[in-house]
């Protein structure tokens, strides 16, 4: 295969103890001495330091990935624990970048550990890119996706991509200098809301596991020169049906970032290019609210309320607040169980869907209809104590 | 009949299927007779004005549709066509 990129080896010298420490990939003809010195060499930047970040990570320190970079602004909660295994239970409330970087030192002391804590943006981008060979992308939503592509091109760095919803994943090489990119693959971002995250939509526990991995070795083949990298390849990964399949990608010539004619020679405002504004998803306006202690409050006294709960039914079964479940996909073929002479007060989680839901039936006709602000979390956070939460 | 791999973001508008058996001639004729069986697909696969999404991939077996005839590619017995939508989930 074509090397995509050059690291320096002769000046990675190993040390007794590394020839230890590496000795079951020294013995192997396809690492030896020489591969493990270039990984040794080699400056890998991992964007983010959850699901996919963790294995990433915690493989690429174990095998010796001379200089690792993370990019990583948050902190562990108890929800990330069922797949980010660099966290443990004791981390919680603490910077992953600093319960990572414990961990990866504790494995291998001897790599040299970057930590940048920030979140990726188009003004550092490139500056944090320019000091590493590969980056490794485990971000979570599309802007930062897009950015990360854009910013791999412009400063001519691999981008080892792999992006998972539910059961299924995707993995790919992007950015490389004889392959395609990810905007070669997905020109325009979906309009908001219309492909869910993994915090709306779910993601199985391993899942990440397997794909982060999958990241992690086309990282070591990169810097190794060896095998058949991903580039031009997209691996779709079926965990529930345990199927993998591959789809052949090809370099757009047109492709506004990797083309032969390019129009991004800069990084841009991707929170726009995804029609994002602002960090959260604002809840449309003129959606009349209502918060949770006055719902607690004219429930008790018996006030005529209609409680709408426009979840999923296996989240009403995690907890309910005794609602009419009608979950938001239905609402339009369902909506005629509703009476709309009554006061209708409607709640999903955290806001997002009921909004959409009030908006849906203001435009139906109904008048007295209000989002529960805050959804069923702050019910549990303000209400009821005893309440789970998800 | 050619069989439509349903990505699981997608697979909710189809009634819960992972593939669908479709008959058609062309891409486009498959994935009108897909939208016909499950109407609510439509949306995420088309435009108000009827075309196909910019983020919606279609493969007809490992090849981007792009680059053979687009929609009118031809379709054989026993292909497999490929809806390959972008996730972005990775935390």
Redesign the interface.
Known sequence: MATTFDVKPETATLTNDEILRYSRHLIMPEVGMAGQQKLKAARVLCIGAGGLGSPLTLYLAAAGVGTLGIVDFDVVDFTNLQRQIIHSTADVGRKKLDSAAEKLKAINPFINLKTFETRLTSENALELFRDFDIVADGTDNFPTRYLVNDACVLTGKPNVYGSIFRFEGQASVFATEEGPCYRCLYPEPPPPGLVPSCAEGGVLGILPGLVGVMQATEVIKLILGQGEPLIGRLLLIDALGMKFRELKLRKNPDCPACGTHPTVTKLIDYNEFCGIRGEEKPVETGIPEMQVEELKRRLDAGDDLYVLDVREPHEYQICNIGGHLIPLGDLPKRVNELDSSREIVAHCRSGVRSAKAVGFLQQAGFKKVHNLAGGILAWADRVDPKMPKY | MAKI?I???LR?YAGKQ?TVEVKGASVADALSGLVAAHP?LRR?LYTDDGKL???V?V?LN???VR?LQKEATAVKDGDTI?I????????
């Open positions: 791999h990505p699981t973001p909710q992972a609510d995420h999404r910019a983020f991939n493969y490992d090849e981007d680059y490929s390959v939508p972008s996730i972005a989930g990775g935390l």
